[in-house]
């Protein structure tokens, strides 16, 4: 053969994976107590979770009537992140609201 065709040819075999697993999601809960007006659940439904006001409403009365409301579902650092923007704002107006987050 000559120089300028090899007697062989060579391939790359390349094997990537193509799978992408979505990130667990956390639940972000809303407690009832006996001081947050309810008035300002719908607030930071409406503001922190982007809720309508009907939404917004539906949920604080299950957090009235069953002591839980689920505010939405979130990957770890948006969870985490809205968790601590409600009970700042929650403090800063000086109600003891609690927010917790717990994996799906």
């Known amino acids: 053969m000559s120089e300028s065709q090899p007697e ?12 992408v697993t979505e990130p667990p999601l956390f639940k972000v809960l809303l407690h009832n107590d006996d001081y ?4 300002f659940v719908v607030e930071v439904l409406m503001t922190v979770f982007r809720k309508s006001v009907e939404e917004a409403t539906r949920i604080m009365l299950n957090v009235h009537h069953q002591g839980i409301g689920l505010c939405g579902m979130f990957p770890y650092e948006l969870a ?4 601590e923007t409600v009970e700042a704002l929650a403090r800063e107006r000086g109600f003891p609201l609690k927010c917790t987050m717990e994996k799906e």
């Open 80 to 83: 985490e992140t809205k968790v």
């Open 8 to 19: 062989f040819e060579e391939q790359v075999v390349s094997e990537t994976s193509d799978e």
């Open 36 to 39: 947050t007006t309810m008035e």
